[in-house]
Structure formats: C-alpha cells, structure tokens
C-alpha cells in the first residue's frame, strides 16, 4: 500500500492520572527526519517517542507535539526536620520562661517556622510514564498512517495511469520504428536513382545502407527495458513496503529510456510520442517525491 509522506495525526487520553495529547503532522524529507517536542519535565521520553516513530515511518520530515496534563498526578511528600522542630521547641520554651509560668507551645506554631516542613513531588516511574506517552502515541500514528493511506491510494490511481499511459506510446513508437526504416531505404532509393540518373542501382548497397541506419535507429532494447521499468513500477505501487526512494531511483532509468529513443530516432510521430511519454515521466517523478 503505497504512502503519502504528508500527513496529521491527534490522540488524546488519559493514563495514570495524566491528560496526554500527542500530535504528529509530516511533510515531504528525503530521509526521516523525526523532531519531538516535551514538556521540560518529560524530556527523559524523547528517545523512546524517537524510536517509536521510527519504526513507523521510514522517511519525511516528521514534528511530534506532546503536551501533559499532569495535575490530577502530582503526589507531593511531607518532610519534617525533627531536630529542628525540637530546636525551634526548645528556644520557644525559654523565651516563654523569660517571662514568667510557661505557656502551652503547639506543634502548629512550630510547623509554621523555616524548613520545619519540606513539600517536594512524590518520584515518579520515569519508564511507566515513557510507556504512557508511547501508547497515546500509538493511537496518534494509527490516525496518521490512516490518512497517509487515502492521500497515497490517490497518488497510486494518478501514477497507474500514467504508467498505462506510457505503455500505450512505448507500444506506438515500437509500431512506428520498423516504418521509418521501410521510408529511409525507399528515400535512399529514390535519391540514388536521382543521382545516378538510372533506373538501375546497386541494390546490395541499398541493403547495407538500410541496414546501419536501421542499426542505428532500433530501440528495441530502450523499449524492453522501458517495459520492465513499468512493471517494476507496478509492483511496487502494490507493495506493502515503503518504496518511494526505488520508485524515485527506478523512474529516472525509465527517463533515461526515453531519451535515448528520442536521440535515436529521427522521426517526427516517434518524436512527438516521446515528447508526450517524457512528460509523463515527469508528472510521475513529481508525484513519487511524496510517496513514503
């Protein structure tokens, strides 16, 4: 199935008290090339989100926003400094007997004093939470390859076309060659005759003459190849595997067949057939540059 390398993706739930939302979106890159975007406090999960889209895309610049709410989470640890709460106790009592009958001190009043009491955030399991973010992850890239498979089906009809659309002037241009050949030896014909002022003319030299212009004009191995270009073009439309680079690599041989013709052959319907057939390859090479 082939892929477009454009694309969005969104998912948002809820895992262990946390409001994850992950959002990915793509555009076309010769390679993979993967940003990932955390809040500062979940930077340690960067690597494993990385790795994540790594194994699911295979190239295109990709950006992944993750955004956390994380207040229904936040656990926090009470701390006493009991050394200094006996000391802050100790002072309060003497004071208090510098002035006469000592009077009740509360463990409120003593909490209210300096570093008494500590608040600090609970620890967290840095890996449950990496995992967390992966699974919302996942539902995010499910949504994403989602709507890179329609905008790519799209691009496989388009190229399926113009393939069908190749085939059919490869076949006029080998239908056409073997004529031009017929035309050049009755031209050689007519043009000996005209020099020579006879009627009469050495037809041997007619046949070689024929001969090596018809060497030089064939293309019969351009079109087979071209042919073969096609097909493999075919299969990879229909595989399952990401093939946007050899379609990229293999469209510019199919290129090359196409000019080699067009230097080859010195005939106006055969050139008008490659011209048409080149800019088919064209629009074909235009749209493989957004296939994954």
Do not use: W
């Amino acid at each position: 199935m082939v892929k477009s390398m454009t694309g969005y993706g969104r998912a948002k739930e809820t895992k262990s008290n946390r409001g994850i939302t992950v959002e990915l979106r793509s555009v076309n890159n010769r390679y993979l090339d993967c940003t990932v975007k955390l809040p500062r406090a979940y930077i340690f999960a960067e690597d494993a989100v990385k790795a994540r889209v790594q194994k699911a895309i295979s190239r295109g610049k990709v950006d992944v926003f993750v955004t956390i709410d994380s207040t229904g989470a936040d656990e926090a640890v009470v701390t006493v400094n009991e050394g200094l709460a006996k000391a802050y106790h100790q002072a309060l009592r003497r004071i208090s007997g510098l002035f006469g009958p000592e009077e009740e001190i509360s463990a409120a009043t003593i909490a209210k004093f300096p570093d008494v009491l500590t608040v600090t955030k609970a620890e967290e399991d840095l890996e449950s939470i990496a995992a967390d973010i992966c699974a919302v992850l996942e539902q995010a890239l499910k949504n994403y390859n989602a709507m890179r498979a329609v905008e790519g089906e799209k691009l496989a009809l388009d190229i399926g076309a113009r393939l069908d659309t190749i085939e059919l002037l490869t076949g006029k241009v080998e239908q056409r060659s073997p004529e031009t050949v017929k035309e050049y030896r009755e031209k050689l014909t007519a043009r000996m005759q005209e020099v020579l002022q006879s009627t009469t003319i050495d037809e041997a030299r007619i046949l070689t003459e024929a001969a090596i212009y018809a060497d030089k004009v064939a293309v019969d191995e351009e079109t087979v190849r071209l042919r073969s270009h096609v097909s493999q073009l075919r299969d990879m439309l229909a595989s399952n595997e990401p093939m946007g680079r050899k379609m990229d690599f293999l469209i510019q041989e199919v290129n090359r067949e196409s000019n080699t013709i067009g230097s080859k052959c010195n005939d106006i319907a055969i050139a008008r057939d490659v011209v048409a057939l080149k800019a088919e390859v064209e629009k074909i090479r235009e749209q493989v540059q957004n296939i994954e």
